[in-house]
């Protein structure tokens, strides 16, 4: 079934966010209030086409009830093939003095938290994000929101291997730094300097077994509180920046 963006409010926000949208669908028997009004100005500046249609077929669509007569069908989201995104990342090294930045998901499976991911990795420059094209995240209108509107300009690419796909990121020159809590050394002492993989692991079990065998070192943030961790999301954040940092 296609992923529809039931309501009002959320229909707005996907627009707002400048989610691509296919279609928006409005019951014939809806009422034109303020925020329909706003979600019709919205979609005519857009391009977007809007239909009227039986409120028994929004009700036959929707997945939760919540529709209110307003419903959205986005764009499927456009990935980029390995290539395109090493493609990227060495011409970014290129222009910049060999630096180049490649960021690694290994199974983040909240599509929230992949948006705010990638709206830090398009901030600090980085080519583009790896993950799994199974049992993960992918771009929904929650990736959206929380990236606002970031993925747009992020190579996004999904691999069916991530242990392989790094061993084909170190034949190209990339160094890889895999995140961990557990980890010796902190990453304001390892060196990032040049073509570096950022490998982040999952929210609850973080980087799998195989995926840390095939990392060259592993980092940690450096904590003073008592809380356990960052958010996946906080930390991919903290450690992109010292990337950066060290390669300003």
């Known amino acids: 079934m296609a992923e529809y963006i039931e309501g009002k409010r959320p229909v707005i926000e996907a627009l707002r966010t400048q989610l691509p ?18 979600i019709l100005r919205k979609a005519r500046q857009a391009g977007i086409a809007v239909s009227s249609v039986p409120r028994r077929e929004l009700d036959a669509k929707s997945e939760r009830g919540s529709h209110q007569g307003v419903m959205a069908l986005p764009r499927p989201f456009e990935y980029v093939n390995l290539q395109t995104l090493l493609d990227a990342a060495e011409s970014r090294a290129q222009e910049s003095g060999g630096a180049a930045l490649v960021v690694v998901l290994d199974h ?27 049992r993960s995240a992918h771009v929904t209108a929650a990736t959206y929101k ?4 970031a993925i747009l300009h992020v190579n996004l690419c999904q691999v069916a291997n991530i242990a392989s ?6 034949t190209q020159g990339f160094w890889v730094a895999g995140a961990s809590e557990k980890a010796e050394g902190l990453i304001w002492d390892a060196n990032l300097k040049g073509k570096m993989v950022l490998v982040m692991g999952g929210e609850s079990e973080g980087l799998a077994r195989l995926t840390q065998e095939k ?21 991919a954040t903290a450690c992109m920046y010292e990337w950066m940092r060290q390669n300003r």
Request: include cysteine; glycine fraction near 10%; proline fraction near 1%.
């Open 165 to 170: 796909t790094i061993e084909r990121l170190k």
């Open 21 to 38: 949208i296919r279609e928006i669908l409005i019951a014939d028997n809806l009422a034109h209030d303020e925020l329909v009004k706003d």
């Open 215 to 235: 990392c060259d070192f592993l980092v940690r943030l450096l904590q003073a509180g008592e809380t356990g961790s960052l958010n996946v999301a906080q930390a």
């Open 146 to 149: 929380s990236s606002a509107g």
């Open 108 to 134: 983040i499976t909240d599509a929230g938290n992949l948006g705010a991911i990638a709206r830090s990795a398009e901030v600090v420059g980085a080519s583009g994000i790896i993950i799994p094209n199974k």
